[in-house]
């Protein structure tokens, strides 16, 4: 990989942390309202699948992958405004957090139904492959999410017409408080793709050079039309579920075991490896990240809140002109 | 030409597969076999494997994948093979279809039919016989037709279809092949969200959809000369056509709504608090409703009619009013 | 519960039989099988056994009667209840309980009921209706207010002789019946009583070619206000003769300036003018207070074809005649088109009516309550007067109108009535509409 590349991936990690610290402060500080889902600690993995989508590729990301909103290009102040709740955020304040998705750059939001989006993208893959064009679908999705009848659902259909998709599951190992033993019965997420006639895969999902090289093959597969793969990620989320989950159903030492295994701690070794100017380098993106951040911020915080009979907008495409609605 | 009900519908599938090629159909035994009821047969051999898709058995699924090529902007046809199973797809459908453009701040569309036979009276039990659109016409960013002719069936899908907003539609099977009709050879389009006005009267006013209003129409004509009754068939049941059901109570002043899903909790209620509350100074008697009782619908002869509504309990129950 | 006995089909052909006894009497006890009558077919003759125990509860065909197969002779009443009571059965001792007696000794509870079989899909039976109960839908009771109909009166064909929308309308089409009932007092404000203490006269016989029209809503309230006016104020009516030809005079000129006037703004002009010297007149009732109103609202009757009303010219002495006149067309053409809204028709501090070309000589107007005068305009006629010509009494020509006042004696006395027409007439006589 270039230095370039190798700088951008690295910008990359530190943006969605920063991003991601900021909106946990904010939110202790009373300024956010409902849930909010830190990914902290997960970021290379949506990094090594998202860095190098076309913009006609579409993702379809969980509430934890705010990462990968920034990596597939949305707008930094819009995905501020968006958690905000304001109308300058995706979903103009109709849904909170990550439920609305910059359709444009396709990013499809997510829901709070676990797994239902997977079904969508197959259904999108399907288009791709009818079509004869070679974009690809990525779902994202949680160990726990994958108990879903939805995320079956969607696989088998993937595995009958070989569909350009590739499912992506990141494994923390808590679905909330519900440990993998409790989850399901095999080891791996991934062991089941033999089930639906495709490959799994299993990676480590704090090393970014195995997800971006895991992810490279299964994104060529798609493109080529051979059909879909499940990429198991295993890596750790700092926080709890949510910023209200003190996540005491964990140990301290597991967690600390995880935090030394750091994705962006372990990139920087790389980068000094590299013999790269790695003071230099940290130093400039912290000013970089944290000013767009902060902008991020300032934007979000201008941006008007929605009024009360905004809430009728936007049902329907086509509204029927009936009397007394 | 003269067309049975189901005859109609897959005219109107094969008309809007050969108008725009983003129209798509998607169901289980769609394809090959045409259709468990035959509604699609020959379409997979017309318009392609690719655009007639049998689907496994994963009505969630269905509409799911029927989402993901909306975004695209496709128009799949989504059947539910029995509209029995569209609770196996109910979280697609009102949490994710329902709710696509509006939390994307109307960034989208959503143009996606699902269909399928629903209605008893053909022995089918419980989990072939069901009346579900009450469910549905609780969900906002949804739009439900519910066709009682074969016009109609043809008009309103064609309708659907073009529409871009995610539409219910639900066929009723007592109606298939029961019902034979003449309807134009040139392209017509009935329009979502406008009730149909099938016979004027003066003295009191029945509303129905469905398969009652053939028994509805029935007793109208056998009652004649006893009492004068305005029938309106809904054919759309989100959004209501209420300025129509509302001249009719004002003008007759008796409503009896009529459907063949159940009372408590089914559309009836709403339509009859929309009149008590907007016509209440024009009402000459109570707005009542005859419906299916309040139990599955059972499986045998004698049960099933005891629940259903027929034409004896039309008859009564308009004669009750109409004496009031 | 009640049964039947029928006439039995003895043999294949027979359709008839003849009742020739009875062996039972109504209110006998009678067993399963006991024979209770003799009767007799072209066949055979035969006694019909009892189909159940029971008591004889009614016998329906006397002996020598012949009846058709399947006919009911009899009815028996199979109730438990109807027969000898049998005395209540003690309730069963519970052994595993520790002597508690009766009730208490029960260890499970009842089992629970059934909910009860619910009729969704029919309408309930109609309640039957309590002595002298009323129904009454809401459009029949809206159609009886607004038509002031005693619904007593009205048969009706709905359930249990309901009155009923098509009732009322067919009653309102066609002629009423004749009544000898006293009609029904409705809750009455002093007026509706006054109303109802009228003698009640039987409707008329209505011949043919007779038009029954029931009063407008409109109608309704003109004739109420009227009574009520009439009954409310001592009504003094003065006249004053007014010499017009300086009024003709400014008309003319005005015309030929391409302003066409009528009289009647003149007579506001003046009016107004005269109001703002006599404030008393200006006033409104309140009670047992008089309000001296600071602002001359002046409301003048405009006859429509619904019927009158009356629109009010706000702040009429700070309007110039043109303006007068104008608002007087817009008016007219406004009552016309119906357009008049609810607020123009009230807040009059003052009335003026105009009955125009053919309005007779003069006329004493009814008081617009809660006003205390009223102006009415006669006719103009050219009439020979006697003026002073340089203190020589001569007769001349001139335009000369009645001008009438009705003045409420409660509140106005003769000084103040009198001053006040005084003013309008030397107002309209100077000529200065300035």
């Known amino acids: ?325 | ?324 | 519960m009640l049964i039947d006995v029928v006439m039995p089909q003895l043999g294949e052909s027979v359709v008839e039989g003849v009742v020739v006894k009875w062996l039972v009497q109504a209110g006998d006890l009678v067993a399963k099988d006991q024979p209770l009558l003799e009767i007799s077919t072209d066949k055979v003759d035969a006694e019909i056994p009892s189909p159940s125990a029971g008591r004889v509860a009614q016998i329906l065909v006397k002996p020598g009667e012949t009846v058709p197969i399947q006919a009911v002779l009899a009815k028996l009443e199979t109730d438990p209840a109807a027969s000898k009571p049998e005395p209540e059965a003690a309730p069963k001792w519970d052994e595993e309980t520790e002597g508690i007696p009766g009730d208490m000794a029960r260890k499970t509870e009842p089992p629970i009921p059934a909910p009860p079989r619910v009729e969704p899909s029919a309408p309930p039976p109609p309640p039957p209706p309590a002595t002298g109960r009323i129904r009454i839908t809401p459009v029949v009771g809206r159609m009886a207010a607004e038509y002031g109909l005693d619904l007593s009166t009205i048969p009706g064909t709905g359930i249990d002789g309901r009155v009923t929308r098509r009732d009322v309308e067919g009653y309102l089409a066609s002629s009423p019946p004749v009544s000898e009932a006293p009609a029904k007092k409705p809750k009455a404000t002093a007026v509706k009583a006054a109303l109802s203490r009228a003698p009640i006269v039987s409707p008329p016989p209505l011949a043919e070619g007779d038009k029954v029209v029931p009063w407008t809503p409109i109608r309704k309230k003109i004739a109420e206000h009227m009574v009520r006016s009439k009954h409310t104020s001592p009504h003094v009516h003065i006249f004053a003769e007014v010499d017009m030809h300086r009024v003709a005079a400014v008309r003319a000129r005005e015309k030929k300036e391409g302003v066409n006037l009528t009289y009647l703004p003149f007579v506001i002009h003046a009016a107004a003018k005269a109001l703002r010297e006599t404030p008393a007149m200006n006033a409104i009732v309140s009670g047992e207070s008089s309000v001296m109103k600071k602002d001359i609202h002046i409301a003048v009757a405009v006859d429509t074809e619904k019927g009158l009303l009356v629109p009010v010219l706000r702040n009429a002495d700070r309007k110039s005649l043109k303006e007068i006149s104008a608002a007087m067309d817009d008016f007219g053409a406004r009552a016309k088109s119906g357009k008049i809204s609810p607020d123009e028709l009230s807040g009059g501090t003052f009335s003026i009516t105009n009955p125009g070309v053919k309005g007779n000589l003069f006329g004493t107007p009814i008081i617009n309550q809660p006003q205390v005068g009223i102006l009415r305009l006669g006719q103009i006629v050219k009439r020979p007067v006697v003026i002073d010509v340089d203190g020589e009494d001569s007769i001349v020509i001139r335009p000369m109108m009645y001008l009438g006042c009705a003045y409420d004696h409660r509140v106005i006395d003769g000084v103040a009535g009198n001053g006040f027409l005084y003013r309008v007439r030397e107002i309209l006589e100077a000529g200065d509409f300035s």
């Open chain 1, 1 to 325: 990989m270039t230095e370039q590349k190798d700088r951008e991936l690295y910008r990359w990690l530190r943006l969605i942390r920063e991003f991601e610290g900021r909106i946990s402060a904010l939110d202790k500080q009373g300024k956010l309202m409902g849930g909010v889902y830190s990914g902290k600690g997960q970021e290379a993995v949506t990094v090594g699948f998202c860095h190098d989508l076309r913009q006609d590729d579409w993702i379809f990301p969980l509430h934890r992958d705010l990462g990968a909103y920034l990596v597939k290009g949305a707008d930094p102040k819009r995905l501020m405004a968006q958690i905000f709740g304001k109308r300058d955020g995706f979903a103009k304040g109709k849904d909170s957090y990550l439920h609305g998705g910059d359709l444009s750059i396709g990013i499809f939001g997510a829901t709070s139904c676990l797994g239902a989006t997977l079904p969508v993208a197959a259904g999108m893959a399907y288009k791709f492959k009818i079509r004869k064009e070679d974009r690809v679908a990525i779902a994202f999705f949680g160990e726990g999410a994958s108990s879903r009848g939805d995320v079956h659902e969607a696989m088998n259909f993937a595995g009958v017409h070989k569909l350009p998709v590739i499912f992506v599951c990141e494994n923390n190992f808590y679905a909330y408080s519900t440990p993998n033993e409790l989850q399901f019965g095999v080891d791996n997420v991934a062991d089941r793709a033999v089930g639906y006639g495709f490959k799994g895969e299993v990676v480590n999902g704090n090393d970014l050079h195995s997800v971006i090289k895991t992810a490279q093959k299964a994104i060529d597969r798609a493109r080529k039309g051979d059909g879909p793969t499940l990429v198991e990620c295993k890596t750790y989320r700092y926080h709890g579920h949510s910023e209200h989950d003190r996540a005491d159903y964990r140990s301290e030492e597991e967690v600390i075991t995880w935090e030394s295994r750091d994705p962006i701690f372990l990139w920087e070794i790389y980068l000094e490896k590299r013999k790269y100017d790695i003071a230099a380098i940290r130093k400039g993106t912290t000013e970089e990240v944290t000013r767009l951040v902060e902008e991020a911020v300032a934007f979000a915080e201008a941006s008007p809140s929605p009024e009360g009979p905004e809430a009728m907008e936007d049902l329907y495409a086509m509204p029927i002109d009936t009397e007394a609605r």
């Open chain 2, 1 to 324: 030409m003269l067309v049975t009900y189901i005859e109609a519908i897959r005219q109107a599938m094969d008309e809007e597969l050969g108008r725009d090629r983003n129209v798509m159909l998607m169901g289980e035994d769609v394809g090959v076999l045409g259709g468990a009821f035959k509604a699609s047969a020959g379409l997979q051999e017309k318009h392609g494997a690719d655009r007639v898709v049998d689907m496994p058995i994963s009505e969630s699924l269905i509409v799911g994948a029927g989402i993901g090529l909306a975004v695209q902007g496709m128009r799949p046809i989504l059947e539910m093979q029995f509209i029995d199973f569209i609770a196996c797809g109910f979280d697609q459908i009102v949490n994710t279809a329902a709710t696509l453009r509006y939390r994307h701040g109307g960034q989208t569309a959503c143009p996606i039919v699902i269909r399928g036979p629903s209605g008893g009276g053909v022995h089918g039990g419980l989990y072939h016989s069901q009346n579900p659109e009450a469910w549905f016409c609780h969900v906002p960013g949804l739009k439900v037709v519910a066709p009682a002719t074969a016009y109609d069936a043809k008009g309103l899908l064609k309708s659907a279809i073009r529409d871009d907003d995610p539409v219910i539609y639900f066929e009723h099977k007592f109606l298939y092949r029961r019902i034979k009709e003449e309807i134009p050879a040139e392209e017509y389009l009935v329009p979502i969200g406008k009730a149909a006005l099938r016979k004027e009267g003066r003295d009191l006013t029945v509303i129905t959809y469905g398969s009652p209003v053939h028994a509805v129409m029935k007793a109208a004509r056998d009652m004649a000369a006893e009492v004068d009754i305005e029938v309106i068939d809904l054919r759309t049941l989100l959004p209501i056509d209420w300025s129509t059901v509302k001249a009719s109570a004002q003008k007759t002043g008796k409503v009896l709504i009529v459907h063949e899903a159940r009372l408590t909790g089914g559309i009836g209620g709403e339509v009859a608090a929309r009149i008590a509350q907007d016509c209440f100074e024009e009402l000459d008697g109570p707005v009542m409703r005859l419906a299916a009782r309040d139990v599955h619908t059972p499986f045998a002869p004698a049960m099933e009619d005891y629940v259903l509504p027929n034409q004896e309990k039309v008859t009564e129950a308009i004669r009750k009013l109409a004496a009031y």
